[in-house]
């Protein structure tokens, strides 16, 4: 017998397995006759049959071919079960036995030609490879509406506290437009600084400048001249508070709603926060989205690749990754499986998936963590003008004579450094929560004039009771206080501003005992949902956290005279005349402050200092029944403080220690400076009155509209010293 056996397996776009077994005698037909298209019909007719509709074996003649067909599941390999079962055959006198596996078989007599071709597709390795384009086209825009949908969900609301206080505002309601300038500047790239830039004055449309460009929100990846190549990778800096984070939300819900950046399609955004909480996983970029956003589990890796894709990580300043641009590998694929670290810096570089877009957010100091050579557009969160600010409170305050009142004591003579310092949104919603009780009340005498009495009396509303209108009638709660501050400070120490509830079991923190969501601390703590939809906890800001931190420590050295900062006194201090040196506590302070890279300690710096004077120690003792301290004279940690400024050329920490001077109440150098100033006599003027020349014109309450160099240059230290006020003038002669 001389027959030929040929097994065609063609895949069906329903994901079935046909396998066709031909069988004929030779000679064999010509190739035109065994043409796979042939088969073709043959599979339409025999489809029923991966539903069990039909016999999963069918066997038919196509000319003088015997032709047998089994229809096999793909994913087990196996015929349906009307198909169990065997049989023996046997074949004699030239007959033909057609079975795709033969076992035991006992042949005898001359077979000349037996000849096998399997033609199957190539091995499946996503499920959408076989999809046909239609559906494929449905997938794509499936993904797309559910991740916006998603986003807009997620960011329609702004959480001005926690979830668990009702404190939801429709983020459209209360969102201000923000002063947003393309180009950074180095008088406001100081951490933590509490001030207003001169460019954020309502006068300020009024300057033209080459360097610096107004940009509106939504327009930052758009070029913003003729002939400008659209950027790529945008970093956007500001001070802690001014606006980054909710910057993000509405750009990104603006997208989500289909009023912005349409020509965008998909948007994923990440914080550092999340993704501190995996930084020793090894996944790909693709595994990384997914688990984030499940919306966009049906995307194939082409898609990736052909779609036009935005990134954003917002708060690099609270990434602990090391972003190690020189010496981690070159990631190319977004399936390869990599670090966390190694996918970031190939993303920021450019090496994976290049044409993507990305967003980076940052505090000031932070951002020169990325090379710049990385950085096509650097732009600059500037906060509210005095305009914004008006409209900010008229939106948080319901009551309009509240609101007025508000502005007007922050507008007066006494408090006019506040003021001033309400172009950060944060420092404009803590005092409208801090201020709208007292003004209303009888504690008019009370009001706050430092950063420090401003958090304390937002501090003190927050931790009361819920059914409580009177703070001063309520309960202390000194214990519970003292752990949120050494969580606090433990987590700032790790460089931490998301933990979990072991974390807060450390500092023997019971979420249910202190009612920390229903009513005590409602809005200093939160709940929040992490990459891998775990339970993670914040404080609403790392500024209250640091004021927090500042807290414990302060009080920690008050009760057991322990100093918790590295310093060589670190320890028990032996007591100085009776009383506690709690200046060598302030000069630890002052030195780890100096000390750090990016100002992570400046406003930890700024709240002891401003906790240890005697207004914030008597409502410490009256509120919460802190043990207090008979302080001694302030001299000594002024005159330390002084020291470090005439030594001092960073502008941004010299700012820093005059804010410091502020805290303690002394403006002896500013007072000196603006004798000198006024008299026109500039030669007496020390490296330190230089620096204080430069701070007293920057926060003074009028624009500085010409700056006279002239009349003060004397040295290229003093030139160094005063060139944030060149930058900040309309004008320099």
């Excluded at 079975?99 to 005898?108: I, L, Q, S, T, Y």
């Excluded at 951490?191 to 327009?219: A, D, F, G, Q």
């Excluded at 400008?228 to 993000?248: C, D, H, M, N, W």
């Excluded at 002394?666 to 009155?689: A, R």
């Amino acid at each position: 017998m001389k027959c030929c056996f040929i097994n065609l397996c063609v895949q069906t776009s329903n994901l079935w397995w046909i396998t066709v077994t031909l069988v004929f005698s030779l000679p064999a037909p010509s190739s035109a006759a065994v043409d796979q298209n042939k088969l073709v019909g043959l599979v339409k007719a025999i489809k029923k049959m991966k539903d069990g509709q039909e016999s999963s074996v069918k066997e038919c003649r196509m000319g003088n071919w015997l032709t047998t067909v089994r229809a096999v599941d793909p994913l087990t390999s196996a015929i349906p079960q009307k198909q169990a079962g065997t049989k023996r055959v046997t074949a004699q006198n030239g007959g033909v036995i057609i079975n795709p596996k033969f076992n035991g078989a006992d042949v005898k007599g001359d077979v000349n030609i037996n000849v096998n071709m399997n033609v199957q597709s190539p091995a499946k390795t996503d499920k959408t490879d076989i999809v046909s384009p239609k559906t494929k086209e449905n997938t794509i825009q499936r993904c797309h509406t559910e991740l916006k949908s998603y986003l807009q969900n997620k960011t329609k609301n702004l959480f001005q506290g926690t979830k668990e206080d009702g404190s939801l505002t429709p983020l459209n309601k209360i969102y201000t437009e923000l002063y947003i300038t393309e180009g950074g500047s180095e008088e406001v790239s100081g951490e933590h600084k509490v001030i207003e830039s001169k460019s954020t004055r309502s006068s300020r449309s009024s300057r033209s400048t080459s360097e610096e460009k107004k940009i509106y929100l939504n327009n930052i990846f758009e070029p913003l001249s003729n002939g400008e190549i659209r950027p790529q990778r945008v970093l956007t800096k500001g001070i802690s508070g001014i606006g980054k984070t909710v910057a993000v939300q509405k750009f990104t819900h603006d997208w989500a709603e289909g009023t912005a950046n349409q020509n965008i399609q998909y948007i994923f955004p990440f914080t550092f926060r999340d993704l501190n909480l995996i930084k020793d996983k090894s996944l790909s970029l693709v595994d990384l989205i997914c688990h984030y956003f499940e919306e966009v589990k049906g995307l194939e890796t082409s898609d990736y690749k052909k779609s036009s894709i935005l990134f954003i990580f917002d708060g690099l300043d609270e990434s602990i990754f090391p972003l190690d641009f020189d010496n981690n590998e070159m990631c190319r694929s977004v399936t390869e499986a990599a670090s966390v670290d190694t996918l970031l810096t190939n993303l920021i570089k450019g090496k994976l998936l290049h044409k993507a877009l990305v967003w980076i957010t940052s505090r000031p100091a932070a951002a020169s963590r990325i090379p710049p050579e990385f950085i096509n557009r650097v732009t600059e969160v500037r906060g509210f003008n005095d305009e914004q600010k008006e409209e900010y409170f008229q939106k948080k305050i319901n009551d309009e004579v509240v609101a007025q009142k508000i502005l007007k004591h922050l507008q007066s003579k006494p408090l006019r450094s506040l003021y001033i310092m309400c172009h950060i949104p944060l420092f404009c919603w803590i005092s409208a929560t801090a201020l709208q009780s007292l003004v209303t009340g009888t504690h008019k005498n009370e009001l706050p004039k430092t950063v420090t009495e401003m958090y304390t009396h937002f501090l003190i509303i927050q931790t009361k009771r819920k059914q409580q209108k009177d703070y001063e009638k309520g309960e202390p709660d000194k214990d519970l206080i003292m752990k949120l501050g050494k969580l606090a400070f433990e987590q700032l120490q790790e460089g931490n501003m998301i933990f979990n509830e072991n974390d807060l079991k450390g500092c023997e923190i019971d979420l249910k005992q202190a009612a920390v969501f229903s009513g005590v601390c409602t809005q200093i703590i939160r709940k929040e949902y992490g990459l891998h939809r775990q339970e993670c906890y914040s404080f609403i800001h790392l500024s209250v956290q640091e004021f927090l931190a500042a807290l414990y420590v302060l009080e920690t050295f008050i009760d057991s005279r322990k100093n918790l900062l590295p310093s060589p006194t670190k320890g028990k201090v032996a007591l100085k005349n009776g009383e506690i040196p709690i200046v060598l506590l302030h000069k630890s302070a002052v030195d780890m402050a100096l000390k750090s890279d990016y100002g992570q300690w400046d406003l930890f710096l700024r709240f002891l200092l401003g906790l240890s004077q005697g207004k914030n120690q008597e409502l410490l003792q009256k509120v919460f029944g802190f043990q207090g301290t008979h302080l001694q004279s302030n001299q000594e940690i002024i005159k330390y403080i002084n020291s470090k400024i005439k030594k001092q050329l960073n502008y941004n920490k010299i700012t820093n220690l005059f804010h410091c001077l502020n805290e303690l109440g002394d403006q002896t150098l500013v007072e000196q400076v603006q004798t000198y100033q006024s008299s026109g006599d500039v030669s007496k003027i020390s490296p330190s009155h230089w620096s204080a020349l430069a701070f007293v014109l920057l926060f003074s309450n009028e624009d500085l509209d010409v700056f006279d160099l002239k009349k003060y240059h004397r040295s290229d230290e003093v030139l160094e010293r005063l060139v944030p006020v060149l930058k900040a003038a309309k004008k320099a002669l």
